[in-house]
T-cell receptor
């Protein structure tokens, strides 16, 4: 069964600090992995997308890594800001399941002053 | 580019009434659109996939007669929740796939919060 597990479930950090969110998956065969940011009451917004051959991708203060061998990904947020408070969702797609996306439950991040 | 809008952003209705939610791709043609439901602190759950001009494909456990989907054009899909009940209260999110990008990326709308009294 294709699964995507994220950790931690929630995280509280001080403004300006860095943090790393984890994503482990069992989706096979792998096609790509995306990290989304979802603000409360809003739809998900794409941060990064990585295919099998990519092991790191940056988008401003967000840096995602991918280890396709161990089926793990991380999202590192540098110099956090209050506006980073949101849910971060890891989404993995398989190359043999069309448009189907496998969603993680997300990590709820709260950045405090 | 790749902007998806939803209308309304929130709606409150009485039990037993029907509610229509619109999903539009603003700057691209969406050959396929998806409807998701998200309960608090839960992951997005796919309800159905709709292709322009054809019937929607519903996920197991989703009642097609209760959640009517129409994808009449390449830029518009609608979800109608018929005879709504309080348990239908949820956050409904649509996404759209352009088909022209060569990837399976979906672009998500901002969501619609439905509250059934």
């Amino acid at each position: 069964k294709n699964q995507v597990e994220q950790s931690p479930q929630s995280l509280i950090i001080l403004e300006g600090k860095n943090c790393t969110l984890q994503c482990n998956y069992t989706v096979s065969p792998f096609s790509n992995l995306r990290w989304y940011k979802q603000d409360t009451g809003r739809g998900p917004v794409s941060l990064t997308i990585m295919t099998f051959s990519e092991n790191t991708k940056s988008n401003g203060r967000y840096t995602a890594t991918l280890d396709a061998d161990t089926k793990q990904s991380s999202l590192h947020i540098t110099a956090s800001q209050l506006s980073d408070s949101a849910s971060y969702i890891c989404v993995v797609s398989s190359s043999n399941s069309g448009y189907a996306l496998n969603f993680g439950k997300g990590t709820s991040l709260l950045v405090t002053p | 580019g790749a902007v998806v809008s939803q209308h309304p952003s929130w709606v409150i209705c009485k039990s037993g009434t029907s509610v229509k939610i619109e999903c539009r791709s603003l700057d691209f043609q969406a050959t396929t659109m998806f409807w998701y439901r998200q309960f608090p602190k839960q992951s997005l759950m796919l309800m159905a996939t709709s292709n322009e001009g054809s019937k929607a494909t519903y996920e197991q456990g989703v009642e097609k007669d209760k959640f009517l989907i129409n994808h009449a054009s390449l830029t518009l899909s609608t979800l109608t929740v018929t005879s709504a009940h309080p348990e239908d209260s949820s956050f409904y999110i649509c996404s759209a796939h352009s088909g022209a990008s060569g990837s399976n990326e979906q672009f998500f709308g901002p969501g619609t919060r439905l509250t059934v009294l």
